[in-house]
């Protein structure tokens, strides 16, 4: 009998620390991912492109702050390249604004990171 909670006891602690790697490794992987974006992102040309605004996204995250509502939003931008090519970054929410599908004029961006548009 008492074996049987001792074995109980031993499972819970493994599962338990299972859990605990299982979240460690999420989050290393998210920062290794982020870094590495970053670093990538830092080492590209800065290019400026003619470019058009083909289409607007949002996400929005709703979550708690000490026991109060809360929310917030992220907003992309999906730009066509004379090529034909598309790309799709993450912009501020004034610029989200003020980019209206179907804008034609110069793209400036580094990597993946959107630094403006200059609407003609």
Known sequence: MFGF???????FSM???LTFIVI??????TAIRGAVQWNNNNHSPRLTVPARVVSKRQEHHHYQNNDVPASSSTYYVTFQVESGDRMELRVR???YGQL?????GNLTFQGTRY?????H
């Open 5 to 11: 909670f001792d074995m109980g006891y031993s499972a």
């Open 15 to 17: 599962l338990f620390f």
């Open 24 to 29: 460690l490794c999420v989050i290393l992987v």
């Open 93 to 95: 929410g004034w610029e």
């Open 100 to 104: 209206v599908e179907g804008d034609f």
């Open 115 to 119: 630094m403006g548009f200059e609407r």
